[in-house]
């Protein structure tokens, strides 16, 4: 009997692409999916569709729950979820026919292979992550830290996820620290398929797009959290590779900016501090400078610049 396949997908307030999304996994050419639409409270009628989808697919499985975020749905999913292997799709975005028989093909082929990974077609243009081809645990953690790459494009062994689960005090940049988490215990292979099986939507409703101050401010948050838990995982692993810690002081940079918001100043200046040996007569004189200005992420951009 061919391997079955577990498609984790969160529904919230979708209603106007879940149709386009489902319809995407349904006329997959690998038929042997189970498709699990966990509906996490919406307020409009993604609710119902999702019912009337399972009328149309007894493959499909829809578990309605009260809001709880993302990562608590993605949760849910990997509890009831039976396949072989897990993918994940978001509600707002679809895939390309071929997509799942792709990605599972490389398994069936590399019994070393912990993770497959496709490139996505994004905003009108292709990103992609390197040739085909195995990458090593370094390649792959460098590609996606900070936020290059996410849980959609993904296809994972179940069994590597059995102890695993998601943060649910994250709700925005919890596929970066899920996938850090996941590479830093698996053992095995990872294979890239550089070819746009995945088409990830612009949603102007989602939750990276929202444009009121207080919500960026607690997205923009939240993102930067992700990013230290991730940091810290590395750590935990023995990875004290300044390079991750240059781009998570880019990445805080960056989110300040658009949230005028900055209350880890303190941290990221006792963060810095674990580099001072290895810094060079300009970095000496920026940490100067931040110590003098903590409110300074100019300052602290530079320190790791190289």
Wanted: charged share 30%.
């Amino acid at each position: 009997m061919e391997d079955l396949i577990s498609v984790i997908v969160p529904v919230y307030n979708v209603e106007k692409y879940l149709d386009k999304c489902v319809e995407s996994i349904v006329n997959q050419s690998y038929k042997n999916l189970e498709i699990i639409l966990i509906e996490d409270g919406s307020k409009d009628f993604s609710g119902k569709k999702c019912d009337d989808w399972k009328e149309k697919d007894k493959r499909i499985k829809v578990i309605h729950t009260e809001n709880g975020g993302v990562s608590r749905a993605r949760n849910i999913g990997l509890k009831e979820a039976k396949g072989e292997y897990i993918g994940f799709v978001d509600s707002d975005d679809y895939c390309k026919q071929e997509m799942y028989e792709t990605m599972l093909e490389v398994f069936k082929q590399n019994k070393e292979v912990e993770l497959c990974y496709c490139d996505v077609f994004r905003d009108e243009e292709i990103v992609s992550q390197g040739v085909s081809g195995m990458l090593t645990k370094e390649e792959k953690i460098d590609l996606i830290y900070p936020f290059k790459s996410s849980l959609w494009n993904v296809l994972f062994k179940r069994e590597k996820l059995k102890n695993m689960k998601f943060d649910e005090h994250i709700f925005y940049g919890e596929d970066l620290l899920f996938l850090i988490q996941y590479l830093l215990d698996m053992k095995g292979s990872i294979f890239h398929v550089n070819i746009p099986l995945y088409i990830h939507r612009n949603n102007s409703d989602s939750i990276t797009n929202q444009k009121s101050l207080e919500k960026m401010n607690k997205n923009y948050s939240n993102f930067v959290l992700a990013s230290q838990k991730a940091i810290n995982e590395l750590e935990r692993h023995g990875i004290y590779d300044k390079k991750y810690y240059a781009r998570y002081i880019d990445l805080v940079y960056h989110s300040y900016q658009k949230c005028k918001n900055f209350d880890g100043k303190d941290e990221i200046f006792s963060e810095l501090g674990k580099y001072r040996d290895s810094f060079n007569a300009k970095q000496k004189i920026y940490y100067l400078l931040l110590k003098i200005n903590k409110n300074s992420l100019y300052y602290a951009r530079k320190i790791l610049k190289r």
